[in-house]
Each structure stands twice: as structure tokens, then as C-alpha cells.
């Protein structure tokens, strides 16, 4: 079908709804992002964008061929806890490079190639809920302004308000696993420019570059049960943080010494939806299939999620067989890659001889180990 002159409302003006916006605009589409948000700002934090998702930004002309704003990534170190040891050093996927953005770097970049192409970016604007026409969809939002259009996209996030009008109320399961987010100033004797990924019992610290390899950023994870807020801009205490990782030695102690104000949140697992669309309504990206973080994929399946989105209008003759061909291409490939992550979580995590086990395992097979993988980064939904 043609988009020309169709009207769509995306709700969430994240990663995935911003690249949906701006991929139905460039086709023709009137498009209109509702975000809640005041202001499109991220707290510090890094996302590593593989190469198919790379490929969804190229297409879009997000980025050029040398993308503007991130850090190429020249592999990652995985180090044991205790001093730091070496003990593999993976190289990137042979798909192609992964690159390192700063989030607020990469929303910036979609939103302004979302402005320019002439979509329509309302902030302060939360959605309470979608109504299913016979040949419309209709949004409400929170002040009682009712929005019409042909098809509404719903791309807000994790903990979804519009996934339960397509599933029903969801309970999530705790994973007993906490994360503390930080970033810090580059110090140019830490560490090479490589990510490191250190592998405790029961936790894992993952640092990697941005912006120029002016900051570090820090992600570190703990089994825990006492903790179990789920927002994600909740501060947390540094001194509690070095104290939860006293046992780890080598770089990362001295990279958590520097740490001066972090972020903490609990990760909550949800399903990959049982229902995606009902004609005239569809979740995208975390609404669709929220992703624990262990195999960093959750910005690049919403990439994804946007440009499969587009081929099916182009191909379908109706918006209802558009959102059905959607959600029949991306539900198997959504599930493999959710699951791939979930399982990490369990690997990271190993203790006492599994953990020296794999261990050894890594050390002799690193590198085609980090082959395993290359089915979820030569994925181009471009193509
Ligand atoms: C620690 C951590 C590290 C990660 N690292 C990576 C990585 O390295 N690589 C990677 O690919 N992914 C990574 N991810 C996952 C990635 O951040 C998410 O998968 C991605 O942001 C999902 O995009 P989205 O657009 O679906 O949702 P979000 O980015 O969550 O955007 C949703 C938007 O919807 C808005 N919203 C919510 N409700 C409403 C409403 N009712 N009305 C209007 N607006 C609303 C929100 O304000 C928000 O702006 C990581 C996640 C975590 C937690």
C-alpha cells in the first residue's frame, strides 16, 4: 500500500518509536509522536548499536557510512574478578563493527532526522489509551485530547501502558538481578579503548568508550533480592556500589573508585508478547518483546522491529495485513534473540568449578565462541 498522506500515531518517542517515525515519514506517512516525556533527555548511559542495527540507521540516513556520534568498537576483553586477569580477548563480529553510543547521542541524532524529515514530535504528551475504530484508531491522552489517525504504533517501552489493551494485565517476574549504571571521565591509563566484560560468582561489570573515549561507560550486575524498583532513574550510592564489588580487583576496582554518582534498578523479565496487533494497533520494540540487557540487542531488535514495519506496509495492501505480516516476521526472530539474552544472564554469573570451567573453555575456544553469536548481528532487515 501507499503511505502517501496516511496518518499514524506512534506513542513513545524511545529509540524505536523515533526510527518508526521517521522510517513512515520518509515513505510519505503524516506521522505524530506522543512522548510523556517533557524533554527528549537521557541520564548517562551507553548502548552498543551491532551491525543490523547499524544497518536500520544507515538506511534511514540516521548515520553515514562513518557514523557520526560512535565509537567503533575494537573487540571486548573478558577479565576474571579477582585481579583482573585476561582471559579471552573476543573480536567483533564478522557481520561487521559494533559501535558504542551515548543513548542521549543516538535519541538526538533519530529525533533530529525525525524533525527534519517532518514528523511531528508533541513531548508532554502521555497516551492513556487506544481505541479500535472499524477503519480508524484513536489515542487518548492523559488531558482528554482525543488523536485520530489509520494506525497507531506503540513503541513505549519496557513497561508498556498499551501492551495490556492487546494482552491483558501481566505480571512481571523479578529476575534477582540488580544493575547500577554509571559513566565516568576517560582516563587514558585505565584501560586499551576495548570493552571489558569482568566475570564474577553471581556478578559482571561490563565498561566500554563513548564519545571519543572521553567517558567510560559502567555497567555492573549483582544477584539480589533486596532490591526491587524497576525505575530507571532511581540514584544510587557509590560507596554501596564499590562495597557490593569490594572483591573485585585489577581495573575495575580502580574504575569504580572514580565513580561519584550512579543509577540502580531492578531487572524485571516479561514475556515476548502473546499478541502484537489487532489491525489497527501495534506494540513495537520493548512493548513488543522486552529483553533482559545480556546480549545489549533491546535498541537494535526496535531498529529492526521499524524497518520490518515499513516493508510490510510497502508490501501489504492494507493496514491490517501490514500489522499481521509484522508481527509474523519479527515474532521468531524477536523470541531467539530474548532467549539468547537470558541465557547470558546465567553464563555471566557462573560460580565456584562451572565458573573455572568456562573459564577454561573461553580461553581455548574465545574466538569461535564469539562466532556463536553471528546469527543475531548479520540479521539485515534492510535487505
Ligand atoms: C542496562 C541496559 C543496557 C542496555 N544496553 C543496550 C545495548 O548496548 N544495545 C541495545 O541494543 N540495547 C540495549 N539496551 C536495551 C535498550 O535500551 C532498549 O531495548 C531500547 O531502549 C528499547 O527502545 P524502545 O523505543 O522500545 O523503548 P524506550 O527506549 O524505553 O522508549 C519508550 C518511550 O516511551 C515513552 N512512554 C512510555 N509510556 C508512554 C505513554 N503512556 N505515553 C507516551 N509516551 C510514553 C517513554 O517516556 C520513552 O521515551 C539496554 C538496556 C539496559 C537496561
Not at 575494537?74 to 585481579?83: A, C, I, L, P, S
Not at 556478578?203 to 555492573?220: E, F, I, S
Not at 557509590?238 to 580487583?249: K, Q, Y
Request: hydrophobic share 45%.
Amino acid at each position: 500500500m501507499k503511505l502517501d498522506g496516511r496518518k499514524f500515531s506512534v506513542v513513545g518517542g524511545g529509540i524505536g518509536g523515533l526510527a518508526a517515525a521517521l522510517a513512515l515519514q520518509q515513505r510519505g506517512a503524516i506521522v505524530t509522536v506522543l512522548e510523556q516525556a517533557p524533554e527528549l533527555a537521557e541520564v548517562g548511559a551507553g548502548l552498543q548499536i551491532s551491525a543490523n542495527g547499524m544497518v536500520v540507521l544507515r538506511a534511514l540516513k540516521v548515520v553515514g557510512v562513518v557514523p557520526e556520534g560512535g565509537q567503533l568498537s575494537h573487540g571486548t576483553m573478558v577479565r576474571d574478578y579477582r585481579k583482573g586477569r585476561i582471559i579471552s580477548q573476543l573480536s567483533g563480529p564478522t557481520a561487521g563493527p559494533t559501535y558504542y553510543y551515548h543513548r542521549a547521542d543516538l535519541l538526538n541524532l533519530l529525533h533530529q532526522a525525525a524533525l527534519r524529515a517532518g514528523v511531528e514530535v508533541r513531548l508532554g504528551a502521555r497516551v492513556k489509551q487506544v481505541l479500535k475504530h472499524p477503519s480508524e484508531a484513536e489515542v487518548i491522552l492523559e488531558n482528554g485530547e482525543r488523536l485520530r489517525s489509520e494506525c497507531v504504533i506503540a513503541a513505549d517501552g519496557g513497561r508498556s501502558q498499551i501492551r495490556p489493551i492487546l494482552n491483558g494485565a501481566e505480571t512481571p517476574k523479578f529476575t534477582h538481578q540488580v544493575a547500577w549504571r554509571a559513566t565516568i571521565p576517560w582516563s587514558q591509563s585505565q584501560l586499551s579503548p576495548r570493552a571489558s566484560l569482568t566475570m564474577g560468582p553471581g556478578r559482571h561489570v561490563v565498561t566500554y568508550p563513548l564519545r571519543d573515549q572521553t567517558l567510560m561507560n559502567v555497567v555492573a550486575i549483582e544477584e539480589r533480592s533486596d532490591w526491587q524498583n524497576e525505575g530507571w532513574r532511581l540514584p544510587g550510592d557509590p560507596d554501596e556500589l564499590r562495597t557490593r564489588f569490594a572483591d573485585f580487583g585489577g581495573p575495575v576496582r580502580d574504575i569504580l573508585a572514580e565513580v561519584s554518582e550512579t543509577h540502580i534498578w531492578a531487572l524485571f523479565l516479561r514475556p515476548v508478547a502473546q499478541t502484537w496487533q489487532n489491525g489497527r494497533l501495534a506494540l513495537l520494540g520493548d512493548a513488543a518483546h522486552p529483553t533482559l540487557p545480556f546480549m545489549a540487542q533491546g535498541a537494535c531488535l526496535a531498529l529492526e522491529d521499524a524497518w520490518v514495519l515499513i516493508r510490510s506496509f510497502e508490501e501489504q495492501s492494507g493496514v491490517a495485513q501490514a500489522l499481521e505480516a509484522y508481527e509474523t516476521r519479527r515474532r521468531p526472530r524477536a523470541t531467539q534473540v530474548v532467549a539468547a539474552a537470558g541465557a547470558n544472564a546465567r553464563n555471566f554469573h557462573l560460580r565456584g568449578p562451572m565458573r573455572l570451567g568456562a573459564q577454561m573453555a573461553l580461553m581455548a575456544i574465545g574466538s569461535r565462541l564469539a562466532r556463536k553469536y553471528e546469527w543475531i548481528y548479520s540479521y539485515d532487515a534492510t535487505a
